[in-house]
């Protein structure tokens, strides 16, 4: 049988506690399979990783089984840059991604080899989202050949934000020809349960996000305006239940976006559309409740659940826009390039660029 040398791969921002956790269980539980080597991508994290990296895994770089690369320029998190780069500095023939939070399984690497020895024109990755959020934390799980990852210009980072970049890739992949074979032993699938702060807390939206303000539109409706830094706004309008309910991604829907820009004055907000025409305006009647010129009444959000669950659904919405576009209309993906960037290897203090 074919020994395929095995990449896995993962990429961290910010979460180190869940890869203190994960890491080392999964370089132990797979230690006996060879070729093999784990991929680890500091991308922009501001905790600890690069000290516990220093501290604590020496040894298994050394013994080249564990490579660490460092990105220090990332602002905020932009997933499919981030796999993009991983995926690229990865030597292997077969490429896996596993996220921060995810165990891989005792014998993962050994399971993958023979999946791939049974099928060469496989992918493999879990079954999809079932009741209760059943594989919700393992949909980032992907294996496939490296020259297929090429092929397809990896994973399309016109996705910046969390959801709909994995779906989208596996669909290209379906459509090269490949088949999905899908993982079922759960000794494979198992993560840290956390709630959805964490999926979109250092991601490109959050991080630019001033403001975000609530109206009622209609009986089942309820309209949205995202007031973002760089003085553009987003207005959706949703339905009502979806900024309370935890949902599975195929629920989450908002039903219509618009996009423009806004001035902030003493005692209004003065929202135009892109073409520069007038749009709206909300006149401020205390800290948290402004109102249009129809008398309806907008209020400022201030409950951080309320906030990252519209961040949430904002980023699987605009993800999945991508995703369907992609799959009406087949389209190289990335044409000016991926995964590109400045990265530094292990401890080195030479840059290696991706260009």
């Known amino acids: 049988m074919l020994e395929h040398k095995i990449s896995c791969c993962t990429v961290c921002m910010n979460r180190t506690m869940h890869l203190k956790e994960t890491l080392l269980r999964n370089i132990q ?22 000290e516990w990296v220093q501290q604590t895994l020496g040894p298994y770089i050394e013994s080249g ?7 220090p320029e990332p602002a905020y998190f932009h997933m499919s840059h981030a796999k993009n780069m991983a995926f690229r500095l990865a030597s292997g023939d077969i490429l896996c991604s ?11 690497a050994a399971y993958v080899n023979r999946s791939f020895n049974e099928e060469p024109a496989a992918f493999l990755s879990p079954a999809g989202i079932g009741p209760g959020k059943k594989w919700w934390d393992v949909q980032g799980r992907i294996c496939l050949k490296k020259e ?10 016109r ?3 969390y959801g709909y970049e994995d779906q989208d890739f596996k669909s290209r992949l379906l459509a090269l020809g490949r088949k999905k074979v899908i993982i079922r032993d759960p000794a494979y699938l198992q993560a840290i349960r956390h709630d959805d702060t964490l999926r979109v807390a250092s991601g490109f939206t ?24 760089d003085f553009t706004f987003e207005r959706f309008f949703v339905d009502r239940d979806l900024l309370h309910y935890e949902s599975t991604q195929d629920d989450i829907h908002p039903k219509r976006r618009y996009a423009g820009t806004y001035q902030i004055r003493e005692n209004d907000i003065r929202l135009y559309k892109e073409n520069g025409r007038d749009y709206l305006q909300l006149t401020l009647q ?10 309806r009444l907008f209020y400022r959000v201030t409950s951080p659940v309320l906030l990252n669950n519209f961040l949430l659904q904002r980023a699987i919405y605009l993800g999945r826009q991508v995703f369907f576009r992609n799959r009406r209309k087949p389209v190289c993906v ?13 401890f080195s203090t030479e840059p290696l660029l991706l260009a």
């Open 29 to 50: 539980d797979n230690a006996g399979y060879r070729p093999l080597e784990f991929v680890l991508l500091n991308y922009g994290s501001a905790d600890d990783l690069h």
């Open 334 to 346: 990335n044409p000016d390039g991926y995964g590109r960037g400045r990265v530094y290897r292990n």
């Open 65 to 71: 089984l564990l490579v660490y690369y460092r990105n």
């Open 286 to 295: 205390d800290k948290d409740t402004l109102l249009t010129a129809d008398n």
């Open 98 to 108: 596993i996220d921060a939070d995810n165990y891989a399984g005792k014998g993962f």
């Open 159 to 161: 996705v910046m934000d």
């Open 206 to 229: 959050t991080s630019k996000i001033r403001d975000l303000l609530v109206g009622h539109y209609c009986e089942q409706t309820s309209e949205v305006i995202c007031l973002q830094n």
């Open 148 to 157: 297929d990852f090429r092929r397809l210009h990896g994973y399309d980072e």
